[in-house]
């Protein structure tokens, strides 16, 4: 039988790419690593890596390994899962990774219903926008992944190794100092939007062409108070969601009568969605909205 361990880093490093890499998020060194893989190719009776470039890639026999290695994975998770069910009391550590507006407006109250109600979990929360922390769920870097989705602009499906869970609406609302009649006032005006390639800039580009023309993006940042505080000041339009008025009114008019909404969900991996540290969690999260201050704005 292949040693498991072994076949973990040969995972890691289809995930990750380099050896470099396994070697940090695994706490080995780079020749630590080799040494691993050099081992499993004896068992394995096989070469596993090529040598491409200045890197290697995985040979087919490898990629058999690492199909066969997720599934064992699979599999115990829901071990995990089922013990974890079997026990009265919720206890232990989930990684979570959540975008900007989620961390600023859910994880303090879902940290606090946790204390209150589980003091036994712990959280560890990252910062982190989908792009970068849905890879990281699949290299196991987080255990659950707080994400969002805009109309017509769903990420593309992903492998059977994820399952989601619908979280809820935000609503998306124009933010300008001034009222404005309609979208087309704005034709001539700067706007800030998230950075190109992202989901949220795609969507609000894409509602700007449905008006019949192309905004002027003068301001790009992630940030959305940075985009808050330029709409504040009169030096941009920006659209932006209900969560990132959880705790203080807005000093711009806010407009949500075209009704855009943007989805919230929370991946984690197949099988381990019944743990119950990932439910209690969400049970936490799912708390942290209904909490949300009234929608303000028209």
Known sequence: MYNLRR????????????????????SYSPSAVSQQ???????VGAPLLEREG??????PQAEILVARTENALRELERAEAEIGASLREVTGTIRVAAF??????????????????????????????????????LARDFDLVLDETFPGHARPARASGFEQHLLGED?????????????????????????PGTP?????????????????????????????????????????PDMLWCDRAPALVLDGSAGHTRTVLATVRAGAGEHPLVRTFLAAVRHAL?????????
């Open 100 to 137: 900007q507006t989620a961390m600023l407006a859910l994880l303090p109250a879902a940290l606090t219903w946790l204390r209150e109600h589980h003091p036994g979990v712990r959280a560890e929360a990252t910062q982190a926008e989908p792009d970068t922390s849905l890879p990281g769920l």
């Open 37 to 43: 893989l050099t081992l499993l190719e004896s068992e």
């Open 290 to 298: 209904d909490g949300l201050p009234a929608a303000r704005g028209a």
């Open 54 to 59: 200045r890197g290697v890639r995985l040979t």
């Open 7 to 26: 076949l973990e880093v040969l995972r890691e490093l289809k995930h990750r790419g380099t050896l470099a890499a396994v070697a940090s998020a695994l």
């Open 200 to 240: 949220a800039r795609a969507w609000a580009t894409g509602v700007c062409h449905a008006a019949g023309f192309a905004p002027d993006v003068a301001y790009v940042s992630a940030d959305m108070l940075v985009h808050a505080r330029l709409a504040e000041r009169g030096h941009a339009a920006a659209f932006l």
């Open 171 to 195: 609503p998306m609302r124009l933010a300008t100092r001034e009222p404005v009649a309609s979208l087309v006032e704005l034709a001539d005006r700067p706007w800030v939007m998230e950075p």
